[in-house]
């Protein structure tokens, strides 16, 4: 049972260029998240989803799209790639189960990206 | 959004214990608070979570009053390795979906 896991653990994009970035998770949960952490400050949501086609937008989603085709995986997809992007980014998982959006999630190890 | 405010820094002494408090004012009526703690280049990591009164498990308890515009994290006897980020999460149901905002984050830095 591996949780949450992301990849890649670093990478450094081009401004313009475009990336997706993998979660992964096998506790058969429902719900999950991309977040994003800026140096020394909290995190802040991007996306969510509830289940296998469906998604929501967070506090921060402009410049980035995801999609849920199945209840394991969860990508993030950054398109033209900005500065303004760099940032860690995690993912979270939770089950889902209870009819409210914010239970305990479990996070994964982050991806730490830099665009120059 | 809802808006959480946490202090930026604690400072401690291994042994002693600690209390950090999230003020929530805008947090909604089916909402739950959860704390998480970072460390380092890791994700977050799950402490606990509470609706009213109070909570405790194996290592903090989570004390919440009747208005619920705020909570406060209590650690009991830290040690060297509680040193982390501390955050304060409240679901946020306002504008028409379910939207997360943690709090500023605590630092807690605990020395000998």
């Known amino acids: 049972n591996a949780g949450v896991t992301q990849t890649p653990k670093f990478r450094i994009l081009k401004i313009g260029q475009s990336m997706t970035l993998q979660c992964t998770q096998d506790m058969n949960h429902n719900y999950m998240y991309w977040y994003r952490q800026d140096p020394g400050m909290g995190l802040k949501l991007i996306y969510y989803?509830?289940?296998?086609?469906?998604?929501d937008k967070g506090e921060v989603p402009n410049g980035y799209n995801v999609s849920r085709s199945t209840t394991e995986d969860f990508p993030l997809r950054l398109e033209l790639a900005a500065p303004s992007q760099t940032s860690v980014y995690f993912c979270?998982?939770?089950?889902?189960?209870?009819?409210?959006?914010?239970?305990?999630?479990?996070f994964g190890p982050g991806t730490r990206l830099l665009v120059l | 959004l809802a808006k959480t405010t946490q202090p930026i820094s604690m400072d401690s002494y291994e042994g002693q214990e600690v209390n950090i408090t999230c003020s929530h004012n805008n947090i909604a009526t089916n909402d739950y608070i959860t704390w998480y703690q970072q460390f380092p280049s890791q994700g977050p990591r799950f402490i606990i979570q509470?609706?009213?009164t109070k909570v405790t498990n194996e290592v903090a308890s989570l004390f919440i009053p009747a208005d619920r515009k705020s909570s406060t994290l209590s650690l009991p006897r830290v040690s060297l390795s509680d040193t982390a980020v501390y955050y304060c999460?409240?679901?946020?149901?306002?504008?028409?979906?379910?939207?997360?905002?943690f709090g500023t984050g605590t630092q807690l830095k605990v020395e000998l």
């Open positions: 509470g609706y009213k």
């Open positions: 989803s509830v289940g296998a086609g469906i998604t």
């Open positions: 979270a998982s939770s089950p889902g189960t209870s009819g409210r959006v914010q239970e305990t999630q479990y």
């Open positions: 999460l409240v679901g946020d149901i306002t504008g028409g979906g379910n939207k997360l905002t």
